[in-house]
């Protein structure tokens, strides 16, 4: 999808577009949540993961620390991202985060 990068606005255009769960890989631990989908914030680095582990859903490190294939993983994140289509709420749900913006784009002619 052709949305800006800003992390918020990003987020809500997915949802416009029609998504339903927000799978957003993060290196910092952007605290983004939307009261409309849930947003499962997914990290690759552990120390991230255990830093900001009120605000971090899911850490995909152990593919290269821990030596987990990419397909146990991928198989392991996508029965995650099951469970919160089934309920299972995310950090930001958890912590009432809830973020909107929407990109303004300006043609001029």
């Known amino acids: ?4 990068a800003y992390d918020v606005a990003s987020t809500v255009a997915k949802i416009a ?9 993060t290196g910092r631990g952007t605290p983004v949540g939307n009261a409309v989908a849930p947003v499962i914030k997914i990290t690759g680095n552990r120390d ?4 900001l582990n009120d605000m971090m859903d899911y850490d995909t490190s152990s593919s290269y620390i821990e030596g987990v294939s990419i397909e146990e ?6 029965n995650y991202i099951l469970e919160v289509c089934n309920g299972r709420l995310v950090k930001a749900e958890e912590n009432d985060i ?3 913006a929407i990109n303004q784009l300006h043609s001029y002619c």
Do not use: E, K, Y
Not at 17 to 25: D, E, K, L, R, S
Not at 73 to 78: E, R
């Open 1 to 4: 999808m052709d949305s800006t």
């Open 98 to 100: 809830s973020d909107m």
């Open 48 to 51: 991230t993961f255990n830093r």
């Open 17 to 25: 577009g029609g998504a339903q769960v927000i799978a957003f890989t």
């Open 73 to 78: 993983l991928g198989g392991d994140l996508l």
